[in-house]
């Protein structure tokens, strides 16, 4: 075989398919003839072809010019295309296909999907708060504690694992009630706790200081001032 030959071959170049549009193009509304249509259309475009014809467009396929026509009808109808205005350099105007609306459907997609599982995550964070607080509470919450915990999350903006963070340090601290977690709650927000790191970083600070102000005689005026946060209810 001619040598020469096979370095055309290689010297033609390949076209990148984005794996997101090949695993997700039948859940977009594609079929694999319009699939296969787009991959062709991009193909002409990144060759300079900028408005392929359907029958330069059947050339490829095996798909009659007339089917690659419907396809192309389909495809700028349900929004997968578009045809735009275009100038070349010496300033001659004409029309091409443009794949942007592909890309945007495409991204729009795996936007809503994402969503939709960071919602049900999110459901499952939630039912989990409340099993971990019946669970510590060793019975079941009545309608004032579950609302209370809606609350929390939706109106005060605060995640499942810093209140179950919250919990936890009324745990430790031997006040195991709602009132005294909704402090801790907002002593961490008003000092910008947002992470279960910093929490518990903050949480081993006021147990340090809570070891050390037992063991010495501080004023109650002077341990107030060290320890502005040391009770959470009269903080």
């Known amino acids: 075989m001619d040598k020469k030959k096979i370095a055309e071959w290689l010297a033609q170049g390949s076209v990148a398919i984005p794996k997101l549009l090949l695993n ?18 991009h193909s002409f475009i990144e060759d300079g072809v900028l408005f392929p014809t359907p029958a330069e467009l059947a050339e490829k ?17 349900k929004g997968f295309i578009a045809i735009e205005e275009h100038t070349d350099e010496r300033g001659i105007r004409s029309e091409k296909y443009s794949l942007q609306p592909l890309w945007e459907q ?28 019946e669970q510590e509470f ?18 005060d903006g605060h995640s499942p694992q810093i209140i179950k963070a919250a919990l936890r340090e ?11 977690i909704d ?4 002593e961490w927000k008003k000092n910008g706790i947002r992470t279960i790191e910093q929490a518990q970083h903050y949480g081993k600070k006021f ?6 102000a037992r063991s ?10 060290t320890i502005p946060f040391f009770n959470w209810l009269e903080s």
């Open 170 to 180: 009324a745990v430790l601290s031997g006040k195991l009630n709602f009132r005294y």
């Open 183 to 186: 402090r801790i709650l907002f």
């Open 106 to 133: 495409l991204v729009q997609y795996l936007y809503t999907e994402w969503a939709k599982e960071e919602r049900k995550d999110r459901q499952e964070e939630e039912e989990s708060l409340y099993t971990v607080f």
């Open 24 to 41: 997700h193009y039948k859940y977009l509304g594609l079929s694999e003839g319009e699939f296969v249509l787009l991959l062709h259309m």
């Open 216 to 225: 010495t005689k501080t004023a109650p005026s002077e341990y107030k001032q």
């Open 138 to 155: 060793g019975r079941p919450l009545s309608p004032f504690e579950c609302e209370t915990l809606s609350m929390w999350i939706d109106q």
């Open 207 to 212: 147990r340090k200081h809570q070891q050390s």
């Open 61 to 77: 396929m095996t798909a009659a010019p007339s089917e690659c026509m419907e396809m192309l009808r389909k495809l700028l109808q």
